[in-house]
């Protein structure tokens, strides 16, 4: 096994190499190191390297196994760490300047876990500043780039961590998911995310944008990867209070069953309207695939789907500019100019905007639940678009200019109003070499039926092993 | 049409929050809050039912993310 191989392995590949002892933690660590020093310039997918902090841990791992302890299959594994996710010694500045001296004395409920999963913090990734944005084009950290073609956008928030896994500077990475933030990025990069349900993980240590719509989760090359990862963060966390005291199921159980009389909801509405005439074909031919392997498709239609966004909004807006209160009037210029005035506008909305927002949240879960009554999962695209050019605010679709905030909004933040887990996960490539993404949004708390659809497409076909060249 | 916003409005909101403006902000926000505006705009044109307290209840509960055990 040569160092190339080592960083473009997935995590349940590289897990395997480790237990048959074909591999070593600190070879794959190393490995991994080198991969970001060649390629971070380029993309700029990390903030922070820990180097010397990962290396003693993965020979902690190493000395571990050979002395018979097994930590389990994230045992020596290197995982990188969004920049919003505190990290024990390990600065935390969540993309912005105010907390740019931040060095945590604890780590998140969620890094915590990994770390006693045997995982080995290899640094933390570049997000847009406070996850308050799509396009990770940070005024303080630079922008990131997307592997595919590094004059686009990697997405975001979660944008460094989808870079790092898409050009191979990153085995394992985590997100998270206010409006899409783990899925615009995966689907932009051409990898795998899920965006678990609402309460599933911990976002205890988790900087917050919007404490009613925030989600922690994993991105990775595979839905056999997001089990692993998904096994050891989730479950409940009395800290964080909207956890979900719920059994926290094997996510791998369902992996291998084929998916023959699977009822599958294609949205007559909302979902495939104004979509990108590239990823709209990708998407149809996915949905086939998926037909192909037994899966049944239902047309569904979705109700209040036209004050989706704008309910969602009024949540954002508020909830983000109730955290930021006091940093917003204190030291304003700290802020990027996009962040600025969205926390200076969500200052100025009216009390009654977001309790309509949440009224009308209540509708969209009971429209969402009746509607997803007869199907086991519900296929859209992950984004409506490609990855867009650096710098690019507007986007064209079918003639019709639109925000491109408001173009991934459309699709992705209804998942997090009503908290369904959502999987984005590439099924195409356009004529420009940009991937495209697909969603598979499941009930609440079925991440394990989302992965086994997930999982099948993926062994169906190759979009998963697609790799950029850089 | 996207409503436009003056800047006299913006100023008299921020001073109701207390939020304290440059002339410039006050300027940069009065021409991004009418697409604002009007996006929220959109959450008047749903009947939301009742007003009774119980059933406001019911419908703002959800700030746990909504979502119901499987």
Sequence with gaps: MNAESLYYMTAAQLSEAIKRREVSSVEITKSLLDRIDKTNGAINAYVSIAADEALTAARAMDEALSAGYYFGPLHGIPVSVKDLYETKGLRTAGGGRILANNVPDEDATSVARLRRGGAVIVGKTNTHEYAYGYTTENPHYGATRNPWDTTRIAGGSSGGSGAAVAAGSAVVALGTDTGGSIRVPSSFCGITGLKPTYGRVSRKGVLPLSWSLDHAGPMVRSASDVAIVMNVMAGDDPADPASADVPVPNFASRLNRDIRGLRMGIPKNHFFDRIDPEVLKAVQVAIKVLEGLGAISIEVNFPHMEQAVSAWLAILLAEASSIHERDIRQRPADYGEDVRLYLEEGELVAAGRYLKGQRIRRLLVEGFRETMAGVDVVITPATAVPATKLGESVVTIDGEEEELFRILARISSPFDMTGLPALALPCGLTKRGLPVGLQIVGHPFAEDVVLQVGHAFEQATDWSKRRPTI | ?70
Excluded: C, W, Y
């Design chain 2, 1 to 70: 049409m996207v409503p436009v916003v003056s800047a006299d409005l913006v100023e008299k909101l921020a001073n109701l929050v207390r939020l304290p403006l440059s002339p410039h902000r006050i300027s940069v926000i009065a021409q991004a809050f009418g697409q604002l505006l009007d996006d929220l705009n959109k959450l008047d044109e749903i009947d939301l039912g009742p007003t009774e307290p119980a059933v406001i209840f019911q419908q703002v509960r959800g700030t746990k993310g909504g979502v119901e055990k499987r």
